[in-house]
């Protein structure tokens, strides 16, 4: 079924080191339909900025090129649109003939097009609004996971294995900080790669799971006196028992997005604040702290070839699925029933309403809190996704 | 010429990812002679401790598993012997009969050793003392390049790569704080893999060219105003005019090594300073900084190819050169008088007094200082070193 429409494609949000496989898949996919095809810049801001381009221009090499790049190559943004912004949009997109509107981002980008898709049908306007999910944080809910998570794990499971051997050599006690503001997944994979119970990470900080510093302190006493070293995984989103931030608690951070989010990544305040706690009730030497910050999602050379393929099949997915129906919807990944090593992602579609920003968070079963750590669920649900191809140093001898 | 002696190697400072192939071939090397290879637990201070442990012992298997993984196997220190603790250790080198010892490590562990070969001439016990470089930082005078650096400079370059597409997907100013307490090595090679100059870093901070405020941010609000982004790599060793740390101005750090250093990483407080003036007095939007860290020198994944198998021939070199001469020295790469793309490691022998201690900083010909950015000169003398085997994410399309 040819569709001929003029369709057009944004990417918002944080990108990842996959979500230009989403995009060439959708480019070509819909190029197969006979579509004219379109991308605004810098998401949802670029349509009302009028910064188009022609997508069907782009050459098989490039679009193999862009596939293989971090970031977004249409650019992002932050911008949620209120009426007037819808009102703006529509202006454009009905003079551009747009009846096909995807849109590749997480919660808050998935909100974006709910607002967008509901403006639609006040106004009559028939525009199909399809969402292509990609989150690192991984907390899209109806998904089983997400394209971008897959490739972040990677990393900061790769980064974390590498660390554990630079603690075992300077003992001490190292936190890394991770990003997630409101799930544990990204942080709970720094233990994926683990392969004995001396390794680190010995510890794991989640969202999930209320943060009590005294606690934190008394454990990481144990494991120092137990392997005269600690390593820690500690999310950037760890929250008190009240849910405050414990970031918001030490620093004064008056930047908010427009979806409400505050900062959190791009400063080291909690991971200096952690350490100098430990330092100075615990009395440990070589205590260290890092934020690992942006190399997460966007770190050359830790694409996972499955997170990377399923980014790319979620795409054509939603391109075929959507040539079959008129729907408005949101691209999914089916939620397995049970956690083994062998897995296959199967793609459904989602109502656009039951994702659009709604945070996902960490099964309670992924997490041992008496450990402090991941459990055997999480580790089967998540290695599969980071895939088998993790570079080692290869040997020379 | 079969030796038969009983000898010693040791890591010191902070680890590599391949500060384990120098011990592998010096391990194997001296296995052929014959030699009873010890080892001591975390440098000179397993000495003194009587923590050995035999290495002839050793499978083939697991030394090549050793030689692949990144960080000290033997263990590492910062200690820095003086003449009560070198009196402790010849009480133990003189019951194990030890006549050789080779000491893997950077500036610091090199004047440990040195410190060591004086008291032995002192007291007439004949001990060759051999150095193995090593150190992230590239900073060992008489040296070309140290091992090491190629697969740290290695990681920034994949690193600052990956940022550049994700500051181009959300533009903003983004600071990357790189290792490097004197030198400007490895902050330079944040510009290895750079493309266009469009592309990230756009400036450059270095510890050997005095560090302004005032003319960093006039940089950033150009640069910002021409492409509407901003990748900034700065050294943790920056400094005013005076030869002041800029990171000891703002922050009242009380911990130091043995050796004198005051801490620099493991703290996001240079990071957070610098992004703080920029949203104060540019207010720009979107100013985030990241410390690098510890996974500079342990990243599983980013070790070099040529890196490696220098970090292994200089110890085969060292080994063969001990056996035909008596004397103590410290293994080198012979430095080159030109840079061209294609070049090869030349080891020697210097001797101990040249390199211990000393500090090798940046040729003044390998920065611009009014661009604040790396020269075709630097470029030449480091692109060899990474190695060509970069991890792209591989086509699937």
Redesign the interface.
């Known amino acids: 079924m040819i569709s001929n429409k003029n369709i057009l494609i944004a990417?918002g949000g944080?990108?990842t080191?996959?979500i230009n496989?989403s995009l060439?898949?959708i480019i070509?996919e819909e190029k197969k339909l006979k579509s004219l095809v379109m991308g605004s810049l810098n998401g949802v801001n670029g349509i009302i900025n009028n910064r188009f381009r022609n997508l069907n221009k782009i050459s098989d090499n490039d679009?193999?090129l862009i596939?293989?790049?971090?970031?977004?190559a249409l650019?992002?943004?932050?911008d949620k649109p209120d009426s007037k912004y819808c009102l703006e949009i529509f202006k454009i997109l009905k003079k551009k003939k747009i009846s096909k509107f995807y849109y590749i981002g997480g919660n808050d980008s998935s909100d974006s097009l709910r607002i967008i898709s509901e403006h639609s049908k006040k106004i009559g306007y028939d525009l199909q609004c399809i969402h292509i999910p990609k989150t690192i944080d991984n907390d899209l809910v109806s998904n089983d996971h997400t394209p971008g998570f897959g490739s972040a794990a990677k990393y900061v499971a790769?980064?974390f294995?590498?660390?554990?051997?630079?603690v075992?050599?300077?003992?001490g006690v190292?936190i890394g900080v991770v990003m997630g503001r409101h799930a544990g997944f990204l942080t709970a994979s720094s233990a994926l790669?683990k392969k004995r119970d001396e390794d680190g990470p010995h510890l794991i900080y989640i969202p999930e799971v209320a943060f009590s510093i005294s606690k934190f302190l008394d454990k990481i006493k144990k494991i120092y006196n137990k392997y005269g070293k600690c390593v820690v995984a500690v999310s950037e989103g760890i929250q008190d028992e009240n849910n405050k931030l414990i970031s918001q608690k030490i620093i004064k951070s008056s930047e908010y997005d427009a979806h409400g989010n505050v900062q959190l990544?791009?400063?080291?305040?909690l991971?200096?604040f952690l350490?100098k706690q430990i330092k100075l009730k615990l009395k440990l030497p070589r205590?260290?702290?890092?934020?690992?910050?942006?190399?997460q999602?966007?770190?050359?050379?830790?694409?996972s070839?499955v997170d990377?393929?399923e980014a790319?099949k979620i795409g054509v997915f939603a391109t075929k699925f959507s040539n079959k129906n008129n729907n408005s919807f949101s691209a999914g990944i089916l939620e397995r029933k049970s956690f083994t090593k062998i897995y296959k992602a199967q793609f459904f579609a989602n109502s656009l309403n039951d994702v659009a920003g709604k945070t996902k968070v960490m099964k309670s079963d992924f997490y041992n809190k008496k450990l402090s750590n991941i459990s055997k669920e999480f580790l089967n649900y998540a290695l599969p996704l980071i895939g088998k191809d993790?570079?080692?140093?290869?040997?020379?001898?």
Do not use: H, W
């Open positions: 990417q944080g990108p080191n996959v496989m060439v898949s070509k679009l193999k596939s293989q790049t971090p970031g977004a650019g992002s943004t932050r790769q980064l294995s590498g660390i554990n051997y630079d075992k050599s300077l003992p190292y790669l990544s791009g400063t080291g305040s991971g200096d350490s205590v260290r702290a890092d934020t690992l910050g942006y190399p999602r966007c770190f050359l050379g830790s694409t070839e990377q393929k790319y993790i570079i080692k140093t290869k040997s020379i001898i």
